[in-house]
């Protein structure tokens, strides 16, 4: 069953909408929950050439009825959000704030503090007895930046073809080759004109890992990660950057559930791949999220 439901926001002064999507409306209560971020929640769903018929429903439909998977919950949030007369075309919500200024932030307090609550009891009555967040390209910028920050709220983070941010790299005045559409068209904008950084280093969750300490370091050790990479090596692919992360990752001392990062020697960044993903994603990330 796919559902849109709206919610109201106070942090956000604007609607809201995610698509929602389980298999049994009569079990849906009590069921943990999976969050995809990718930009317009659609995209999840759609069948576009590419897919060759498939999408995420007939992914899940297929591995339950093979018993591969216990089903639970999965909801896409929109995250091309206008707020303040400001648009943020990126699934990298929280960056779009001006540095120190007083939206720094609102966006990922909007999803950490706001949103879940929300969603969650409009959908069990309470909140998900247990959830993880994950995406695609920029939706695992969102997806890490999230879990990152409110470590505490996850029990996995996943990722295909993330475009991570990387500050030499990607700094307009970097190393980076002009083509690198990240460098050119966003980084300043997500973190002021010029770039500061500051707010970088406290949003970007490449940096935070970097200066994982304490209990940030422990969250992030508990949490189990299920990264892969396109096989892609032009100039914008991201298949370096999801590369970058996992192996900050495991410098830090956390768990890597693949075996391997890269999907496929074939495995291109478009929806064929994302259900790729999927299929090796889902089923163990149902076991995690079914353990008491």
Not at 21 to 49: C, I, S
Not at 179 to 187: G, H, K, Q, V
């Amino acid at each position: 069953m796919l559902e849109e439901i709206i919610v109201n926001s106070k942090e956000l002064c604007a609607q809201h909408r995610s698509l929602v999507y389980w298999l049994d409306d009569k079990k849906r209560v009590g069921q943990p929950v999976l969050y995809l971020f990718r930009g317009n929640p659609e995209e999840w769903f759609a069948k576009p050439q590419e897919r060759q018929g498939r999408n995420i429903e007939t992914v899940v439909e297929h591995l339950v009825e093979l018993g591969y998977m216990r089903p639970f919950v999965i909801i896409c949030p929109e995250t091309n959000l206008t707020v303040d007369g400001r648009d943020c075309f990126t699934c990298a919500f929280d960056l779009a704030a001006p540095p120190d200024g007083e939206n720094s932030g609102k966006y990922c307090r909007f999803f950490t503090e706001e949103y879940f609550p929300l969603i969650e009891k409009e959908l069990f009555g309470d909140l998900a007895t247990k959830r993880a967040v994950g995406g695609f390209s920029l939706g695992s910028l969102a997806a890490f930046t999230i879990g990152f920050h409110r470590y505490d709220l996850f029990s996995a983070i996943s990722s295909y073809d993330g475009a991570f941010l990387y500050w030499n790299y990607d700094h307009p005045q970097g190393c980076g080759p002009d083509e690198n559409d990240l460098r050119l068209d966003w980084f300043p904008y997500w973190f002021g004109e010029p770039p500061e950084l500051q707010a970088f280093l406290r949003q970007n969750p490449y940096s935070l890992l970097q200066n994982a300490a304490g209990k940030r370091l422990h969250g992030l050790m508990r949490m189990k990660f299920f990264m892969h990479s396109s096989a892609e090596r032009h100039v914008t692919a991201n298949a370096w950057r999801e590369e970058k992360m996992a192996r900050g990752l495991v410098e830090a001392g956390c768990s890597l559930e693949f075996e391997t990062i890269l999907l496929s020697p074939e495995a291109k960044h478009d929806w064929y791949w994302v259900d790729e993903h999927l299929y090796r994603l889902l089923p163990p990330l149902s076991t995690i999220l079914w353990q008491r």
